[in-house]
C-alpha cells in the first residue's frame, strides 16, 4: 500500500497528490539484509547490521548435500567437504572440492580466483567456487563453496577449510571481486599471509558514473582515470597523473578516489605487474558467472536443484580439457618465422598457449624501437606499436619501455601487459635482436 502518486499540472510540473505510508507487512529492520537492494550497500553499512545467519536452504537442500557429498565419498575417498554449522546445528557454510579439483590445484593453484558473482548478483544461490587456469588457459575448478554471509569471519572459515582440502599449500596469488573485498582482503592477510591480492579492476571503473555521476566534468574525469590507470608505466607516473586528476577536479574530499587511492596496491597495474597471475585478467568483465557453470545455474536455481547439474558442468569442461590435451598431443602448430625461439616453444607450449604466443610475436610486426637514454652502461629504449584502425588511419602509442645494460647483458622490460608472459619474453627477446 505504501507509495506515493504524482500529476502532471498546467504548469507542466509534476504535482505531488497522494501518499501513502502504511506497509502491507510490519517493519522489521533486522531484515534489512534479506532484501535484494542490501547487496549493493557498502561494506561498513552491512557490517554494522548484519551477523553471520545461518543458511535457509529450500526443502530438502541439507539432506540432498549431505547425501551428494557421502555419495561422492563412497565413490572416491578423495573426495573432500566440510560443513560449518552453529551451536543449535543449523547450516552455516559448506565448503567441497571433488578428487579433480584437488589434483588441478597442485599443479594449477598458483593463482586463483574468487568467483563472488552469484553473492553479489540477482541469484538466490549463495555460490561461491574458487577457479583456476590449466595449461591451455582454460578455466579449471579447484574447489566451490556456499556461504551465508560476506562477513571477515565466513570468509575466514572457508579459506582455512581451502588450506585443509590442499594439505596446507596456500596460493601465491589471488584475485577478487571488488564488492566486499574489505572483508576479503582481511581473510586472505590473515590466512594466506603470503598471497598477493588483487582486485578486478572492471567492477572499479564501471562504478565511475555511479560514484562520480553528479561531478559535471565526469566523463573528463573519466579519461583522465583510466590514462592514469592504464596509461603508466612507472609508479612515479601514475602518482603524479593521479595527483594532477585530484587538483584539476578539486576532487579532495571525494571518499571513493581517496579510498581507491589507499589500495592502489590492489588494483592499479603499476604495482601488480612484479607479481604472476597465471594469465587471468584482472580488467575482464566481471559481471559474468564463471564459466563452469554457465547455462547450469538461473536466476532462482536452489541448491538441490544445482547439485543435480553439477556434474554435467564439470564433464562439460573436462571434455574441452581433453580436446585440447588431443590437439596439442597430435598437432604440430605452423611457424610464422624463423626464430629459433618460435620453434623451441612450438614444442613446449600447449597448442592454445603457443597460438597466444604467436599472437605477440606477430605485433612486433607494427613495433619501432629507438634509444631514448643512456645512464653509463645502461641504455633506455622506448618500444611503439603502429595500431591500424578501422577507418583505415594510424595511430601510434607507447607500449613498454626497456633497459640494456652493457655490462652485465642485462634486459628489464616495463611492460603493460602484466598479466601475460608471452608480451613480456617477446618484448624482452625483440630488444636483444635489436642490440645486437
Known amino acids: ?68 557429498f557421502l555419495h561422492m565419498q563412497s565413490k572416491n575417498s578423495n573426495f573432500f567437504y566440510l560443513m560449518d554449522m552453529d551451536e543449535e546445528g543449523h547450516l552455516k557454510n559448506v565448503f567441497w572440492a571433488d578428487t579433480r579439483s584437488r589434483t588441478a590445484h597442485k599443479y ?45 569471519e565466513t570468509y575466514m572459515w572457508l579459506f582455512k577449510a581451502l588450506l585443509t582440502c590442499v594439505s596446507g599449500c596456500p596460493p601465491k596469488a589471488v584475485i577478487t571481486g571488488h564488492d566486499q573485498f574489505k572483508a576479503i582482503q582481511d581473510a586472505i592477510a590473515e590466512v594466506f599471509p603470503g598471497a598477493r591480492h588483487c582486485v578486478c579492476q572492471w567492477h572499479i571503473m564501471k562504478k565511475i558514473p555511479e560514484k562520480l555521476g553528479e561531478v559535471a566534468e565526469c566523463k573528463a574525469i573519466k579519461r583522465t582515470l583510466k590514462k592514469a590507470v592504464y596509461g603508466s608505466l612507472r609508479i612515479d607516473e601514475f602518482e603524479e597523473t593521479w595527483r594532477k586528476l585530484i587538483e584539476e577536479y578539486g576532487l579532495e574530499d571525494n571518499e571513493w578516489l581517496t579510498s581507491l587511492h589507499e589500495d592502489r596496491h590492489l588494483w592499479v597495474p603499476v604495482f601488480l605487474k612484479d607479481a604472476f597471475w597465471a594469465g587471468m585478467s ?53 611457424l610464422i618465422s624463423k626464430l629459433h625461439m618460435e620453434e623451441r ?16 610475436l606477430k605485433a612486433l610486426t607494427y613495433c619501432r624501437l629507438s634509444r631514448i637514454a643512456v645512464d653509463g652502461s645502461v641504455s633506455t629504449f622506448e618500444v611503439k606499436e603502429r595500431v591500424y584502425l578501422k577507418d583505415g588511419k594510424k595511430s601510434e602509442h607507447k607500449d613498454f619501455e626497456g633497459t640494456y645494460n652493457e655490462n652485465n647483458l642485462e634486459v628489464q622490460c616495463i611492460c603493460h601487459f602484466f598479466f601475460n608472459l608471452e608480451a613480456f619474453y617477446v618484448s624482452m627477446h625483440y630488444l636483444c635482436l635489436t642490440l645486437n
Open 1 to 68: 500500500m505504501a507509495g506515493i502518486k504524482v500529476k502532471v499540472m498546467p504548469d507542466e510540473l509534476l504535482h505531488l497528490t497522494e501518499v501513502a505510508l502504511e506497509h502491507n507487512h510490519p517493519l522489521c529492520p533486522s531484515k534489512v539484509r534479506f532484501f535484494r537492494s542490501h547487496k549493493k550497500l557498502c561494506l561498513e553499512t552491512k557490517t554494522d547490521s548484519e551477523k553471520v545467519v545461518p543458511l535457509k536452504p529450500g526443502k530438502g537442500d541439507a539432506e540432498a548435500m549431505q547425501q551428494y
Open 108 to 152: 594449477f593453484g598458483d593463482v586463483i580466483k574468487f568467483d563472488t558473482t552469484y553473492l553479489t548478483s540477482k541469484y538466490d544461490m549463495p555460490f561461491a567456487p574458487f577457479v583456476g587456469t590449466n595449461h591451455h588457459g582454460q578455466p579449471v575448478l579447484l574447489g566451490c563453496s556456499i556461504l551465508s554471509s560476506e562477513s571477515v
Open 345 to 360: 616453444l612450438s614444442n613446449l607450449y600447449t597448442v592454445d598457449m603457443f597460438k597466444k604466443f604467436q599472437d605477440e
Open 282 to 334: 584482472a580488467t575482464q568483465r566481471g559481471d559474468k558467472i564463471s564459466p563452469f557453470f554457465y547455462g547450469y545455474i538461473q536466476p532462482k536455481t536452489y541448491i538441490k536443484q544445482f547439485l543435480s547439474k553439477y556434474e554435467l558442468a564439470l564433464q562439460n569442461n573436462h571434455e574441452k580439457e581433453a580436446l585440447a590435451d588431443f590437439e596439442s598431443l597430435h598437432k604440430r602448430p605452423q
